[in-house]
C-alpha cells in the first residue's frame, strides 16, 4: 500500500501540472513536429537487476536475487525496441518490449542456495495525448502492459539432503495508467521522467514503471537516451502453497543506455 500511494501521489502531481494555455509547440523531443506523422525507433540496454520474491506451488517465498553481475555472466538472450509515433504533435502511441533470459542464485542464512532462472518479457502499448503548456512537454498516456514469465527455481534447504526444484511458465494483462515529462535545459540536452500505475487487482494486484534521466540530441535525426528506470509487479494465481499456484513480487531496475533514430 506504501508503495501505491507514493507512486499515486508523484503521478497525480504531474498530472495537475497541465494547463491548456496554448497548442503543442516544442522543438526538442524525441520526434521531429515537422510533418503529420513522425516516427522514431530505439534500441537500449538495460543494466537490470531484479529483485524480489516468487512462490511456485508448494514452494512459499523463494528469493529471486539476479544482480547485474549475474547477468553479464548468465544472459543467454537479451533484446530490448522502443517504437513510437505521433501524428501532429499531439496524439501518437507506442511500443516498448524488453526481453531477457538469465539466471542467478543466492545463498540463505542457514547455508542453503535458491538458484532462479528468469525468462521475462515485458510489452508496454500505449496511446498518449501530447501538452505543451509552457517550456515543458507533457504525454498523457494509457494502454496495457504484457508479462510473459518462464521462472524455474532450485532450493537447496542445507537442513534435509536433496533438492526442491519447481517451473511454471505464466503471462498476464496489466492496465497502466502514466505521465512522462519532457523538459529541455539547453540546446542539447532535454530532462525526462516518466511515471505509470496498473494492475488494479483486474490481472496482478499492483504494477508501476518509473523512469528518471536525461536525453541528449546528437544530430537532428539521432537522440542518445540516458536514465534509470526501474518496474514493480505484484501478482498471484491460485490459492499459495498449492500444486499450480504461482506469486511474483518483484521490482526489475538499472541504468538504461538507447540509441534513437527519428525518421
Not at 526442491?164 to 502514466?178: F, H, K, L, Y
Request: aromatic share 12%.
Amino acid at each position: 500500500m506504501k508503495k501505491t500511494t507514493i507512486a499515486t501521489l508523484t503521478l497525480l502531481s504531474i498530472c495537475t501540472s497541465i494547463t491548456r494555455a496554448g497548442e503543442p509547440d516544442i522543438t526538442l523531443t524525441p520526434l521531429t513536429p515537422t510533418r503529420d506523422w513522425a516516427f522514431s525507433i530505439e534500441a537500449y540496454l538495460l543494466a537490470t537487476a531484479i529483485e524480489g520474491d516468487a512462490s511456485i506451488g508448494v514452494i512459499r517465498n523463494a528469493k529471486v536475487d539476479v544482480g547485474f553481475d549475474d547477468i553479464l555472466k548468465n544472459l543467454d538472450m537479451g533484446a530490448m525496441l522502443h517504437f513510437e509515433a505521433v501524428k501532429n504533435n499531439t496524439w501518437g502511441f507506442y511500443l516498448d518490449y524488453g526481453f531477457m533470459d538469465l539466471s542467478g542464485g543466492t545463498e540463505n542464512s542457514l547455508g542453503g542456495t535458491v538458484k532462479a532462472g528468469v525468462r521475462q518479457g515485458v510489452l508496454d502499448a500505449v496511446v498518449f495525448r501530447r501538452f505543451a503548456p509552457a517550456d515543458y512537454t507533457i504525454d498523457i498516456y494509457g494502454g496495457v502492459r504484457w508479462w510473459d514469465n518462464n521462472i524455474d527455481l532450485e532450493i537447496n534447504s542445507a537442513l534435509f539432503p536433496g533438492t526442491t526444484e519447481a517451473s511454471v511458465s505464466e503471462d498476464w494483462i496489466d492496465a497502466i495508467v502514466g505521465a512522462r515529462l519532457f523538459k529541455p535545459i539547453s540546446e542539447k540536452y532535454t530532462l525526462t521522467s516518466q511515471l505509470d500505475l496498473g494492475g488494479f487487482g483486474l490481472e496482478s494486484n499492483f504494477t508501476a514503471s518509473g523512469s528518471v534521466g536525461f536525453q541528449y540530441q546528437a544530430s537532428e535525426s539521432i537522440i542518445v537516451d540516458f536514465r534509470y528506470k526501474a518496474t514493480w509487479v505484484d501478482y498471484e494465481s491460485g490459492n499459495l502453497g498449492t500444486p499450480g499456484s504461482f506469486a511474483y513480487d518483484t521490482v526489475t531496475h538499472g541504468p538504461l543506455l538507447g540509441l534513437t533514430f527519428k525518421f
